[in-house]
Protein backbone atom coordinates (compact mmCIF):
# COMPACT_ATOMS: atom_id res chain seq x y z
CA UNK A 1 0.00 0.00 0.00
CA UNK A 2 0.75 3.50 0.12
CA UNK A 3 3.52 4.55 2.23
CA UNK A 4 3.90 8.60 3.75
CA UNK A 5 3.82 10.62 1.76
CA UNK A 6 5.34 14.88 2.21
CA UNK A 7 5.19 17.65 -0.17
CA UNK A 8 6.94 19.97 -1.34
CA UNK A 9 9.79 17.31 -1.83
CA UNK A 10 11.76 20.92 -1.62
CA UNK A 11 10.91 24.07 -1.02
CA UNK A 12 13.30 27.29 -1.22
CA UNK A 13 12.30 30.47 0.27
CA UNK A 14 12.98 34.06 1.65
CA UNK A 15 13.74 34.93 5.30
CA UNK A 16 10.36 36.14 6.66
CA UNK A 17 8.07 34.04 4.53
CA UNK A 18 5.51 32.08 5.76
CA UNK A 19 5.47 28.16 4.58
CA UNK A 20 3.66 25.24 4.76
CA UNK A 21 4.69 22.16 4.32
CA UNK A 22 2.32 18.84 4.15
CA UNK A 23 1.76 15.43 4.83
CA UNK A 24 -0.39 12.45 3.91
CA UNK A 25 0.12 9.44 6.68
CA UNK A 26 -0.68 5.52 5.88
CA UNK A 27 -4.12 4.85 5.98
CA UNK A 28 -5.50 3.96 9.34
CA UNK A 29 -2.76 5.19 11.39
CA UNK A 30 -3.81 6.98 14.27
CA UNK A 31 -0.43 8.52 15.52
CA UNK A 32 1.62 11.36 13.22
CA UNK A 33 4.68 13.03 14.06
CA UNK A 34 6.86 15.77 12.63
CA UNK A 35 10.69 15.45 13.05
CA UNK A 36 13.32 18.31 12.03
CA UNK A 37 16.80 17.23 10.66
CA UNK A 38 19.32 19.70 10.41
CA UNK A 39 22.71 19.27 8.77
CA UNK A 40 25.12 17.27 10.57
CA UNK A 41 21.98 16.96 13.45
CA UNK A 42 20.04 13.99 14.68
CA UNK A 43 16.08 14.00 14.22
CA UNK A 44 14.30 16.34 16.46
CA UNK A 45 11.09 15.70 17.32
CA UNK A 46 8.83 18.96 17.05
CA UNK A 47 5.03 17.59 17.50
CA UNK A 48 3.09 14.57 18.09
CA UNK A 49 -0.97 13.80 17.19
CA UNK A 50 -2.63 11.14 18.58
CA UNK A 51 -6.02 10.44 17.15
CA UNK A 52 -8.40 12.74 18.89
CA UNK A 53 -5.93 14.28 20.83
CA UNK A 54 -5.05 17.43 22.39
CA UNK A 55 -1.13 17.32 20.08
CA UNK A 56 2.39 17.21 21.91
CA UNK A 57 3.82 20.03 21.07
CA UNK A 58 6.62 20.23 23.71
CA UNK A 59 8.89 19.76 20.35
CA UNK A 60 7.69 22.77 18.74
CA UNK A 61 11.12 25.07 18.70
CA UNK A 62 9.30 28.63 19.04
CA UNK A 63 6.25 30.07 18.40
CA UNK A 64 6.35 30.76 14.42
CA UNK A 65 5.60 26.63 14.54
CA UNK A 66 2.29 25.58 14.76
CA UNK A 67 1.26 21.85 13.37
CA UNK A 68 -2.67 20.90 12.43
CA UNK A 69 -4.14 17.59 11.61
CA UNK A 70 -7.54 17.60 9.98
CA UNK A 71 -9.98 15.12 10.22
CA UNK A 72 -7.32 12.97 12.15
CA UNK A 73 -5.51 12.44 8.74
CA UNK A 74 -3.40 15.07 6.70
CA UNK A 75 -1.67 17.56 8.54
CA UNK A 76 0.02 20.55 7.86
CA UNK A 77 3.15 22.15 9.55
CA UNK A 78 3.30 26.03 9.43
CA UNK A 79 6.68 27.92 9.76
CA UNK A 80 5.68 31.60 10.34
CA UNK A 81 8.32 34.37 9.27
CA UNK A 82 11.35 31.52 8.61
CA UNK A 83 14.56 32.04 9.53
CA UNK A 84 18.09 30.45 8.25
CA UNK A 85 18.15 28.36 10.87
CA UNK A 86 14.68 27.38 10.28
CA UNK A 87 16.75 25.33 7.19
CA UNK A 88 16.12 21.26 7.49
CA UNK A 89 14.81 18.34 6.48
CA UNK A 90 11.51 18.28 7.67
CA UNK A 91 10.13 14.86 7.99
CA UNK A 92 6.70 12.79 8.90
CA UNK A 93 5.60 9.71 10.29
CA UNK A 94 2.98 8.21 11.28
CA UNK A 95 2.20 4.64 12.92
CA UNK A 96 -0.80 2.58 13.96
CA UNK A 97 -0.60 3.16 17.71
CA UNK A 98 1.55 4.56 20.29
CA UNK A 99 5.31 5.34 19.62
CA UNK A 100 6.36 2.10 20.16
CA UNK A 101 5.12 0.83 17.24
CA UNK A 102 6.95 1.32 14.39
CA UNK A 103 7.72 4.70 13.08
CA UNK A 104 6.76 4.95 8.82
CA UNK A 105 8.71 7.45 7.38
CA UNK A 106 7.80 10.10 4.48
CA UNK A 107 10.41 11.30 1.96
CA UNK A 108 10.88 14.41 4.08
CA UNK A 109 10.46 18.32 2.58
CA UNK A 110 13.93 19.96 2.22
CA UNK A 111 13.59 23.46 3.58
CA UNK A 112 16.23 25.97 2.59
CA UNK A 113 15.46 29.76 3.87
CA UNK A 114 17.78 32.08 1.79
CA UNK B 1 23.00 16.68 28.49
CA UNK B 2 21.72 15.17 25.15
CA UNK B 3 19.10 12.43 25.60
CA UNK B 4 20.33 10.21 23.27
CA UNK B 5 24.33 10.24 22.44
CA UNK B 6 25.88 8.27 19.92
CA UNK B 7 29.26 8.40 18.06
CA UNK B 8 29.10 10.21 15.24
CA UNK B 9 32.21 8.07 13.49
CA UNK B 10 32.73 7.82 10.63
CA UNK B 11 33.35 3.99 10.93
CA UNK B 12 35.57 2.67 7.84
CA UNK B 13 35.62 -1.34 7.86
CA UNK B 14 36.41 -3.70 4.82
CA UNK B 15 33.73 -5.92 4.04
CA UNK B 16 33.57 -9.39 5.85
CA UNK B 17 34.74 -6.83 9.58
CA UNK B 18 32.27 -7.00 12.69
CA UNK B 19 31.57 -3.78 13.97
CA UNK B 20 29.81 -2.71 17.18
CA UNK B 21 28.09 1.14 17.59
CA UNK B 22 27.30 1.63 21.29
CA UNK B 23 24.36 4.90 22.11
CA UNK B 24 23.78 5.74 25.71
CA UNK B 25 20.39 7.24 26.88
CA UNK B 26 20.03 9.77 29.81
CA UNK B 27 16.62 8.56 30.85
CA UNK B 28 16.48 6.00 33.06
CA UNK B 29 13.09 5.05 32.93
CA UNK B 30 12.97 4.68 29.41
CA UNK B 31 10.98 1.67 28.10
CA UNK B 32 11.62 0.55 24.86
CA UNK B 33 14.57 1.17 22.04
CA UNK B 34 15.34 0.90 18.36
CA UNK B 35 18.06 1.36 15.87
CA UNK B 36 17.11 2.74 12.74
CA UNK B 37 18.92 2.78 9.30
CA UNK B 38 19.22 6.17 7.68
CA UNK B 39 21.08 6.04 3.86
CA UNK B 40 22.10 9.25 2.22
CA UNK B 41 19.41 11.68 1.50
CA UNK B 42 16.63 8.97 2.35
CA UNK B 43 14.39 8.69 5.30
CA UNK B 44 15.01 6.79 8.62
CA UNK B 45 13.75 2.87 8.91
CA UNK B 46 13.41 0.78 11.13
CA UNK B 47 15.97 -1.96 11.67
CA UNK B 48 15.43 -3.59 14.78
CA UNK B 49 13.83 -3.06 18.12
CA UNK B 50 15.97 -3.79 20.84
CA UNK B 51 14.36 -6.10 23.60
CA UNK B 52 15.62 -6.36 27.21
CA UNK B 53 16.89 -10.11 26.47
CA UNK B 54 18.82 -8.88 23.40
CA UNK B 55 17.79 -9.67 20.16
CA UNK B 56 19.30 -10.94 16.75
CA UNK B 57 18.48 -10.73 13.06
CA UNK B 58 21.16 -12.39 10.48
CA UNK B 59 24.17 -10.59 10.67
CA UNK B 60 22.50 -8.07 12.93
CA UNK B 61 22.37 -8.35 16.68
CA UNK B 62 20.98 -5.76 19.39
CA UNK B 63 21.53 -5.30 23.57
CA UNK B 64 20.19 -3.80 25.98
CA UNK B 65 22.38 -2.37 29.63
CA UNK B 66 19.78 -0.81 31.39
CA UNK B 67 22.40 -0.58 34.35
CA UNK B 68 24.94 1.24 32.66
CA UNK B 69 21.92 3.03 30.24
CA UNK B 70 23.39 1.91 26.84
CA UNK B 71 22.06 -0.16 23.66
CA UNK B 72 24.58 -1.41 21.02
CA UNK B 73 24.39 -2.82 17.86
CA UNK B 74 26.71 -5.28 16.29
CA UNK B 75 26.94 -6.12 12.79
CA UNK B 76 28.60 -9.46 11.69
CA UNK B 77 30.13 -10.38 8.07
CA UNK B 78 29.68 -6.56 7.06
CA UNK B 79 28.25 -5.70 3.49
CA UNK B 80 29.08 -2.65 0.65
CA UNK B 81 25.19 -2.52 1.31
CA UNK B 82 25.29 -2.22 5.29
CA UNK B 83 27.31 1.54 4.34
CA UNK B 84 24.88 3.77 5.64
CA UNK B 85 24.05 6.29 9.01
CA UNK B 86 22.40 3.74 12.13
CA UNK B 87 19.75 6.38 14.56
CA UNK B 88 20.01 5.35 18.17
CA UNK B 89 16.01 5.80 19.21
CA UNK B 90 15.13 5.99 22.95
CA UNK B 91 11.29 6.10 24.00
CA UNK B 92 10.87 8.92 26.41
CA UNK B 93 8.02 10.10 28.17
CA UNK B 94 4.88 11.10 26.75
CA UNK B 95 5.76 8.42 23.56
CA UNK B 96 7.88 11.00 22.30
CA UNK B 97 11.28 9.27 20.37
CA UNK B 98 14.65 10.87 20.93
CA UNK B 99 16.91 10.33 18.00
CA UNK B 100 20.65 10.15 18.39
CA UNK B 101 22.94 12.19 15.52
CA UNK B 102 23.82 8.87 14.30
CA UNK B 103 26.79 7.15 13.82
CA UNK B 104 28.19 6.34 10.22
CA UNK B 105 29.00 3.62 8.55
CA UNK B 106 31.53 2.70 5.02
CA UNK B 107 32.09 -0.92 4.26
CA UNK B 108 35.09 -0.44 1.81
CA UNK B 109 35.68 -3.49 -0.83
Known amino acids: GAGVSQSPSNKVTEKGKDVELRCDPI?????LYWYRQSLGQGLEFLIY????????KSGLPSDRFSAERTGGSVSTLTIQRTQQEDSAVYLCASSGGGAWETQYFGPGTRLLVL | RKEVEQDPGPFNVPEGATVAFNCTYSNSASQSFFWYRQDCRKEPKLLMS???SGNEDGRFTAQLNRASQYISLLIRDSKLSDSATYLC??????????FGTGTRLTVIP
Open chain 2, 89 to 98: VVMGGANNLF
Open chain 2, 50 to 52: VYS
Open chain 1, 27 to 31: SGHTA
Open chain 1, 49 to 56: FQGNSAPD
